[in-house]
């Protein structure tokens, strides 16, 4: 406990008030969703980040670090989130199972969801129903800038996914994963007048 109060005591004036206000936030969560959210009341999260919780679990490590505007919601099912750091503009959204193990890093604007929209049901219900699968992250992975992880995934620990990839599937430890781009051009015809 001293050497925590000694920590404290080194931060700059605009740290301790966000460390306060997120130890605020954090036991807000726990008495409002007592049943449905575990987490440790500090947290390096920035003020800016949303928590969602619907009628899923929430479950955050005891150290979890984010930048701005980051969101984590749980609509239904579960979500668990390991000790991991989450870039700016990073979105999380559990309908069924997401898990992420332990030393993550996920670059900027990464969506992360375990749920599609399922339009087979037409115009009057379209947006209403979804087809959903569990996301498995594993321990040390990193996840560059604008990715999207899709329902049905299963990274184990060790891999990296490169920036810009759709990434649906399921693949081996120590994996890079990322998308073959086959870039085509076409000449443009100009009209004369």
Not at 118 to 144: A, C, P
Not at 150 to 162: F, I, S
Not at 180 to 186: A, D, F, S, V, Y
Request: aromatic residues 10%.
């Amino acid at each position: 406990m001293y050497k925590f109060i000694r920590r404290l005591m080194k931060q700059s004036p605009k740290k301790l008030i966000i460390i306060l206000y997120n130890v605020i936030r954090m036991l807000f969560l726990k008495i409002s969703h007592f049943k449905a959210i575990k987490l440790s009341v500090v947290q390096n999260i920035h003020p800016s980040t949303e928590i969602a919780v619907g009628q899923g679990k929430l479950e955050l490590s005891n150290s979890i670090f984010t930048r701005r505007n980051v969101s984590f919601r749980v609509e239904s099912g579960t979500l668990k989130i390991g000790t991991s750091f989450f870039n700016q503009g990073c979105s999380v959204t559990a309908m069924e199972n997401i898990s992420i193990g332990d030393g993550c890093l996920f670059g900027p604007n990464v969506v992360i969801v375990d749920h599609d929209h399922n339009y087979s049901y037409g115009n009057k219900f379209r947006g209403q129903y979804y087809l959903t699968d569990d996301v498995i992250i594993g321990e040390n992975v990193w996840v560059g800038a604008n990715c999207t992880i899709l329902r049905g995934t299963y990274l184990p620990d060790n891999c990296v996914v490169a920036a810009n990839t759709v990434v649906k599937g399921i693949y081996n430890e120590g994996t890079l994963v990322r998308n073959e781009k086959n870039m085509k051009t076409k000449e443009i015809v100009f009209l004369k007048e």
